[in-house]
């Protein structure tokens, strides 16, 4: 079979990312602009900044992704971009360049969810890995249990009802002043706190597998604010690290009893919060316990990146999808949903 050259696209968000992926696997470059710096300042993603860098990036990265693959538009077979979720305005940027490359050079051109993306970044990490498997996938935006039958079926057997974990993450860092991105602020002061100094509340949402993550983060802006009422010196290490072993305890919990129930023993993470040192260590842990294959992917994946987005593309181009060239940026585009 020929190789498969795809050259992916990711602008969902707040990194302007272009890759070169073969057959899926094989990634020859990804290169990612990253906006960090430019939104510290304001606290969190502004989406008309980000749309604007996007604009400024895109060409750069499309052209050092090319050139660190040491190949042209012209060994390009497919062009994989990202098309939803996200901010439209982002999603535009990278739809618009997609579709332009894909037009003049009158290739296929492939529309990726942004979360399929993450869950094929496993697949880059650890080529042996198939389907089906059980996929914590936790970011942000999204906090999802997903059963990923075959390569382009999902099932989401549990999600949020309110506050993503990430979001919970970026909430409780800025209240107890620690600056934007708050996640990996939070996981690298939790390692100098104690995790059982405050005892916050595991919302467990009865006996299915949904999630709710805004009391918990009540919980910790209360107990912020009950403390400098009193004049009480913050322990922000142990917040952080009571903070986050209560969200690994919820997220593992509910994790092994779908894998159970369901008789899954692959489990896999994904998504920003995958990066997380206490998340990994837990699930890790957890999955040894209970003699089921683990696999996350490295730092690099977690985060938003295009060589995700070629994975993805590269079976979704197997199953026969194609777009054709009124592919629009879709910001709450649902997971499973086809073009």
Do not use: W
């Amino acid at each position: 079979m020929k190789d498969i050259k795809i050259l992916a696209i990711e602008t969902s968000c707040d990194e302007t990312a272009a890759a070169v992926v073969v057959n899926g696997r094989d990634v020859r470059s990804n290169v990612i602009s990253t906006q960090i710096d430019l939104h510290t300042k304001f606290g969190g993603v502004v989406p008309e900044i980000a749309s604007r860098m996007h604009v400024e990036k895109i060409n750069v990265v499309i052209r050092e992704a090319l050139e660190k693959a040491n190949m042209t538009l012209d060994d390009i077979d497919v062009i994989g971009v990202t098309y939803g979720p996200g901010l439209v305005g982002a999603l535009l940027v990278g739809v618009v360049a997609a579709k332009a490359i894909a037009f003049t050079k009158n290739i296929p051109l492939v529309g990726v969810h942004h979360i399929e993306g993450h869950i094929a970044a496993n697949y880059i990490q650890e080529p042996t890995l198939e389907p089906p498997f059980l996929c914590l996938v936790v970011s942000g935006g999204h906090t999802h249990l997903v059963h990923v039958a075959d390569y382009n079926t999902y099932e989401i057997m549990g999600k949020t009802r309110d506050d993503a974990a990430g979001e919970a993450y970026d909430k409780v860092a800025r209240a107890i002043g620690l600056p934007y991105p708050g996640g990996p602020k939070i996981d690298a002061l939790s390692k100098e706190g104690n995790k059982d100094a405050i005892a916050f509340p595991k919302a467990m949402i009865g006996d299915g597998y949904d999630f709710s993550f805004s009391g918990l983060k009540s919980s910790v802006l209360n107990y912020v604010n009950s403390a400098k009422m009193k004049g009480d010196e913050l322990p922000i290490a142990d917040i952080a690290a009571s903070f986050q072993n209560t969200v690994v305890e919820v997220l593992v919990t509910k994790t092994m009893a779908l894998a159970k129930e369901k008789g899954i023993t692959k489990i896999a993470l994904a998504g920003g919060v995958a990066a997380n040192s206490g998340l990994c260590e837990g699930m890790e842990a957890a999955c040894n316990k209970n003699g089921f294959a683990f696999y996350h992917p490295s730092k690099i994946l977690c985060t938003d990146n295009a060589a995700m987005i070629g994975s993805a593309a590269y079976y979704e181009y197997l199953r026969g999808s194609r777009a054709d060239m009124t592919l629009n940026a879709v910001p709450n585009l649902p997971l499973g949903k086809k073009i």
